[in-house]
């Protein structure tokens, strides 16, 4: 039993994210101040799964990360169908959208439920930065995230995305992810024209690859809890993160893209901002947005995070084990190693 959704909510800058897991026992949903919405969920233990190891690696070996992948550059006179294809066959993954899309994601025991969106121009726009967030991963790391027998990493592109009885409504909940017994999807509301917040989608795809990184057996909670500060827990709650003593007391930030205005000292500093105190994977996804986010644009949204050597052994122990799950190309691997000097 493995189910997990994440959900990015992003308005005006902010992220938040839902867990849900098999045994996740209740889910509640509340809005907070303006445009920005929170989702909140409990979570409960994940197990890992034995036989998921061995159809990772031999996965691993079928994947070449070398190939030429010139045939697969998007160009602006491609339709909307030959550019899902395109990012298929570079990425081997599974692009649905228009009326092919599933509607209805109620299997973590939450109800959510998607609008279609078939505009031809506007899934255009959205393919164009579903390929953006795709390509600043090192080559051959995205089609290495499906294992355990659950087929490709799946993307749904829909429209206005509600849960439960609330009214779909466009931009509440841009994104989520899902690992369960059978699927891997990201699912990614397109309904404003086609224009999503890229690095919420690379947040999210953080953590599909956390969760490949778990089936490995590759991230132990315990040694991870060890690169945080003594006595600091997760709040483990989506909806009282806000609340937390330990924002300004470890935080780089209080709140997301905006620079550091905390001013505790530097062997204090081991998270980016609110919300990587929620629990671990948030932590890890939020660590890796301005590490991303600088490979993607070359500039950084949280200057200088990876300067406070706690921040910095966390992300190293990140991408140490990332190394070391998947096959990557090497020149990417030397870029992006380039990336982190840089900026660490
Ligand atoms: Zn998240």
């Known amino acids: 039993m493995n189910k997990k959704i994440l959900t990015a909510v992003t308005a005006l800058g902010l992220i938040t994210a839902m867990t849900a897991c098999g045994t996740a026992a209740e889910t509640t ?72 899309i599933r509607t209805v994601f109620d299997d973590a025991g939450d109800d959510i439920h998607a609008e279609k969106y078939t505009k031809e121009d506007g899934i255009k726009v959205a393919l164009k930065s579903v390929d953006e967030a795709l390509a600043v991963f090192p080559q051959g790391l995205i089609e290495q995230l499906s294992y355990g027998g659950k087929g490709i990493l799946k993307i749904y592109l829909t429209g206005a995305i509600a849960k439960g009885s609330e009214k779909p409504a466009p931009g509440a909940y841009p994104a989520f992810t899902t690992d369960d017994d059978e699927e891997l999807y990201l699912t990614i509301d397109i309904s404003m024209d086609g224009i999503i917040n890229v690095p919420t989608v690379s947040h999210e795809l953080t953590h599909v690859i956390d969760f490949k990184l778990h089936d490995l057996g590759l991230i132990d909670e ?123």
């Open 29 to 100: 949903t509340t809005t907070t101040t303006g445009e920005s919405k929170v989702t909140a969920a409990e979570s409960s233990e994940s197990t890992t799964t034995e036989e998921n190891k061995e159809t990772s690696a031999s996965k691993a070996d079928t994947v070449d990360v070398n190939r030429d992948l010139t045939a697969y550059v998007l160009s602006d006179s491609d339709s909307a169908s030959q550019m899902a294809e395109k990012i298929e066959k570079r990425y081997g993954v599974d692009i649905v959208y228009g009326d092919e």
């Open 222 to 344: 315990d040694e991870w809890n060890k690169l945080n500060p003594e006595g600091f827990k997760y709040v483990e709650d989506y909806s009282k993160f806000k609340q937390s003593e330990f924002i300004d007391k470890y935080s780089y930030c209080s709140e997301h893209y905006i620079p550091r205005l905390l001013t505790q000292p530097d062997d204090q500093v081991y998270f980016y901002y609110n919300y990587s105190i929620v629990n671990a994977y948030e932590d890890r996804a939020t660590l890796m947005e301005d590490l991303i986010t600088y490979k993607m644009w070359g500039n950084e949204i949280a200057p200088g995070l990876y300067k406070f050597e706690h921040v910095k052994a966390k992300a190293e122990y990140l991408l140490d084990k990332v190394k070391q799950a998947f096959t990557l190309n090497e020149s990417d691997l030397a870029s992006w190693k380039k990336a982190w000097n840089e900026i660490s």
